[in-house]
């Protein structure tokens, strides 16, 4: 039997799942996926070594036998480049982050000078479109364990998605511990590099403090499900086995967005923080997809039921952290959909149903991440975060319900000082085993005697542990102490995080992140709806310079207040009902005595309801047709359908005078 | 007599409906008495005779109604062009006081109140003229007229924030019995309460009753953007930080236009 499957995801214009009401993803599809993606022959060879490995032993991962994994001295280090980023690219970025190099070096080749790779130029970096197993032939490797003395088990990949692609990154994360970084600006590179430093040379410790935020949004299975056995049992875990850890566990009901607030980067801000909510998503063309792309949707959305397009007051985005926000040194988890990223091609689409769906102007990675990584006051040192969909399954194993053993390893890991890219591992390990699982089950049995539920378990099980990546470099590990540096050394050295020095702040103008300059495209992609303002009450605000006055009282005060008011609701007005007005509902009720019928709610109590259609934008209609005697009541019927005409006739001219009082107004006050 | 077209605002500036007392119940059968509608829901009635024929009547008039408000306030802005066209004449002949009472013995009714009403604005300064302070630094003048233009456009405003941005009762009444009641919401959802016993004539009543509130409410916005392009094109005649002033002003000046046409209707 077919099940409907639940993924962490919501649609910003519509409220609703990400793939459409008319979409409902079922195991069914899932399978017909699976069967058209197993591994390569080389992939599943990778996969299946690592799964012996994993076999044999349990303290070591990706790293090859009797290597201390959080010995930089013994697994070495690399930074990895685009192949084809032009020379003067590569000359900027290594200057910006020269301070990270330098520790990196230093760390990693203290026994041996090869075990510090900088993997760059035509020849070593990676190319466009190239496998992570041709990438690591180059240094004489195949898959199996890190070998540092042929190539470093730490890699730090410097570049957009677009150009080394995640699938690369996924791969190459199967037996090496991966980070990404890429930021448009050259000085982000520096502030990130200086941040890292500071905590892994101890200048900056903070106090042994973890956060665990799960949201559990109304009538929302995603969320509610990861509430309860994601945050709960992990926040539970961690109290009990880590005494010396304030562990602050925030219950749904409080898990709204000025919350969050307090704890990215507000007073709350803990060493970890643990996040488990929707991730928001938008249709191409709309001017929040690059900014924000896989924020979190907090508490405060009233559910899938309420059919709200959600605005920016529901959701905590790159553009909620403040600019004095204390981040440095934090760790943050996300677990929602494209928290830590976007793919251009929709994959599911594609295996699904045979046809491409773009759902980005280019894959890049989500701005919350970069945002908390390059702050100007100090950065985070690393976000462990879901590129594309997260699915439930990775927390409902085959019905296990309570199945957060790869979680709740990762935190474990980091608590214990392993770097995140070591402690991340279990993901792979993960990954390993259910991808390996899937692909035997897939060629050990026919499409007629396969299991849709089992293999669409499988199946996105992988994918969940799969496209975990950390953003950030994968030796950082958490800067926590038995004593946090005061604040305001914290602060002071925050500030030096930012000071760019002038052979950085000199090349920032002319610098060129990635391969191709992509900010025509995203222009393009995004000026479907940049173009249409309806924020009528921006129009009344006035300059910083003169809000000092607004308290002083003027003659004109009272007209000036009252139109104030006016426009303000009228501006309000105008979003609601763009946004909102995705539905027309007319309702009939009869009642023989209606001196017993009450309005309340919007309903009439104490009548019956006889007729009742709601129209949705999309041309979806619902119609309840009433009935006497067995038989459709056709004279109430009619003047239903009248009614109804007449209701969409009529807000569509309030509409449309509605945005002439807009213009109207405007032209006053231009 | 009770008026056929009424409503609970204090005043209609279209002239259509009469003003009424919010009732304390409403009754929809002979001796009951149903709850009230919420406080500050603005309740527009239609109060009809029994006979079809003259039911009809009443909706056509108003449908007559209708159009010529229409027509009016779409003669409202070639009215004022032609007034600004003017006006710039005069001062580019020299004149050296634009809104100069003198000069507005040959202009129509309308027009010269709104051109004393403009000079009114005219003798006050604006305090500010800095980016910005279009809505907090203006100084209102002082005169009787202008006062009273000022408080009216603050009910208009008042009235359409009730109307248009929340929801409205709107009821249906033949021959003093209630047979219908719908609440429509301010994005067009409407809830009907229905008389079981209602007859298929009444109930198409009920649905023109429905319509003309409906409509009422659109043409009192269409009036405030009337209003609004108005102000912004004698603002040509005004010096910089005065358009917000300019609005009560015009508003008289749309109002009294609609009364003369009322006027002409009551004649014909």
Redesign the interface.
């Known amino acids: 039997m077919s099940q409907q499957l639940f993924l962490n995801g919501i649609n910003a214009d519509t409220g609703g799942p990400m793939d459409g009401e008319d979409v409902v993803i079922t195991t069914e599809m899932i399978a017909k996926v699976a069967r058209g993606q197993k591994l390569t022959p080389e992939d599943l060879r990778d996969a299946k070594m690592r799964k012996a490995l994993d076999d044999q032993k349990h303290e070591h991962f990706g790293v090859a036998e009797g290597i201390d994994d959080t010995n930089l001295a013994e697994t070495g280090w690399s930074v990895i480049f685009p192949a084809a980023l032009p020379q003067k690219s590569v000359d900027a970025l290594k200057e910006a982050l020269k301070p990270l190099l330098d520790l990196r070096r230093e760390q990693a080749s203290a026994q041996n000078e090869t075990f510090y790779k900088e993997v760059i130029g035509p020849e070593l970096g990676v190319k466009n479109g190239e496998s992570k197993n041709d990438f690591l032939k180059r240094f004489g490797r195949g898959p199996g364990p890190a070998d540092p003395v042929k190539f470093p088990y730490y890699a730090l990949i410097v570049g957009s998605p677009e150009t080394i692609p995640y699938t690369f990154q996924y791969q190459l994360d199967v037996q090496y511990a991966v980070g990404r970084i890429y930021f448009d600006r050259l000085e982000d590179y520096y502030q990130y590099a200086q941040s890292v430093v500071a905590a892994e040379t101890g200048k900056i410790k903070r106090a042994k403090k973890a956060a665990f935020f799960g949201v559990a949004n109304p009538d929302d299975k995603a969320t509610q499900m990861s509430a309860k056995y994601l945050i709960n049992p992990l926040a539970t875990e961690m109290k009990n086995q880590y005494k010396d850890w304030k562990v602050d566990v925030v219950a749904p009901e409080k898990a709204t967005k000025a919350t969050l607030a307090s704890y990215m980067g507000g007073k709350e801000t803990p060493s970890l923080l643990f996040t488990a909510s929707h991730g928001m998503n938008f249709k191409p063309g709309d001017p929040r997809l690059l900014r924000h792309t896989g924020a979190i949707l907090t508490q405060d959305w009233p559910g899938p039921k309420a059919r709200v397009p959600i605005k920016e007051d529901l959701y905590f985005s790159a553009d909620d952290i403040a600019s004095d926000a204390d981040v440095f040194g934090m760790i943050a988890f996300i677990f929602a959909c494209y928290g830590g990223g976007i793919p251009k091609m929709d994959n599911f689409y594609r295996q699904a149903f045979g046809s491409q769906k773009e759902i980005a102007p280019y894959a890049f990675i989500s701005q919350l991440p970069l945002k908390l990584l390059a702050h100007p006051r100090g950065g985070a040192l690393g976000v462990f975060a879901h590129v594309e969909r997260a699915w439930g399954s990775s927390i409902q194993w085959e019905g296990v319900q309570d199945d957060v053993e790869t979680f709740d390893s990762t935190v474990d890991a980091l608590l214990n000082g392993k770097p995140a890219g070591a402690a991340t591992e279990y993901f792979n390990e993960r990954y390993a085993e259910i991808s390996t699982m899937l692909t035997e089950e897939l060629d050990n049995t026919t499409p007629e005697n396969q299991d849709d539920t089992k293999i669409a378990g499988m199946w996105t099980s992988n994918n969940d542990a799969r496209n975990y990546a950390f953003i950030g470099d994968p030796a950082v590990r958490l800067a926590v102490g038995e004593t946090e540096t005061p604040k305001p050394e914290r602060e002071k050295l925050g500030a030096i995080v930012s000071q760019a020095p002038a052979a950085v702040s000199g090349a920032a103008a002319s610098f060129q992140p990635d391969v191709e300059d992509r900010t025509p495209a995203a222009q393009a992609a995004t000026s479907g709806g940049a173009a249409v303002n309806y924020g009528l009450g921006d129009l ?4 910083e310079s ?1 809000a000092s ?2 308290s002083a009282p ?7 207040e ?5 426009v303000e ?2 501006g309000n ?1 105008l979003s609601k ?1 763009l946004d ?2 995705t539905s ?12 017993t ?3 309340e709610n ?3 109590s104490g ?1 019956r309801l006889r007729a009742m259609t709601r129209i949705n934008i999309d041309g979806d209609t619902l119609v309840c047709i009433p009935e006497k005697d067995g038989e459709v009541d056709t ?2 019927w ?2 239903h359908l ?2 109804v005409k ?3 006739e ?2 569509a ?2 509409m449309k ?2 945005v ?2 807009a213009a ?2 405007t ?3 231009k | 007599m009770m008026p056929i077209f009424e409503t609970t605002e204090t005043s209609d500036p279209l002239g259509l409906w009469a003003s009424a007392p919010q009732p304390e119940s409403v009754h ?2 002979i001796g ?4 009230p ?2 406080p500050d829901v603005p309740v527009f009635r239609v109060n009809l005779p029994g006979n079809t024929r003259s039911a009809d009547q009443v909706f056509e008039n108003s449908e007559t109604w209708f159009k010529q408000v229409n027509a009016a306030l779409n003669h409202v802005p070639n009215r004022l062009e032609s007034l600004v066209s003017q006006m710039q004449a005069r001062q580019a002949a020299g004149n050296a006081v634009s809104f100069d009472v003198t000069s507005l013995q040959n202009e129509p009714g309308p027009e010269s109140d709104l051109l004393r009403l403009l000079e009114d604005v005219s003798k006050n300064e604006p ?1 500010s003229f ?11 003048p002082i005169s009787q007229a202008w006062q009273n233009a ?1 408080a009216q ?2 009910a208009l ?2 009235q ?2 009730r109307e ?2 929340h929801f409205v009762w709107v009821e249906t009444k033949i021959n003093g019995q ?1 047979i219908a009641r719908s ?1 429509v ?12 016993t209602a007859s ?1 004539e009444q ?2 009543l009920h ?1 023109r009753t ?2 003309v509130a ?2 009422s ?2 043409l009192k ?2 009036l ?2 009337t209003v ?2 108005g ?2 094109k004698v ?1 040509t005649l005004m010096a910089a930080g005065m ?3 300019a ?2 002003a015009v508003y008289q000046y749309v109002v009294s236009i609609l009364r003369q046409v009322k006027q002409l209707q009551t004649v014909s």
């Open positions: 009344l605000k006035k300059p003169a006055t607004d003027t003659a004109g005060s009272g007209l000036n009252s139109l104030k008011n006016f609701k009228l007005y009902a909102d007005a027309l509902e007319v309702s009939t009720y009869v009642a023989d005595d209606l001196n019928v009450k309005y919007g309903r009439y009548a004279a109430l009619n003047i009248e009614m007449s209701a969409q009529n807000r001219e309030l005078t509605i002439g009082a109207s107004i032209s006053l006050v | 929809f059968g009951d008495e149903a709850p509608p919420p305090v800095s980016v910005g302070d279009e809505f907090g630094a203006v100084r209102e000022k456009f603050d405003l008042a359409i924030n248009v941005l209630m609440e919401e301010w994005n067009g959802d409407a809830t009907t309460l229905w008389v079981e298929e109930k198409s649905h429905l319509n409906a409509r409410r659109n916005l269409r405030f953007v609004a392009s102000a912004a603002t358009p917000m002033l609005l009560p």
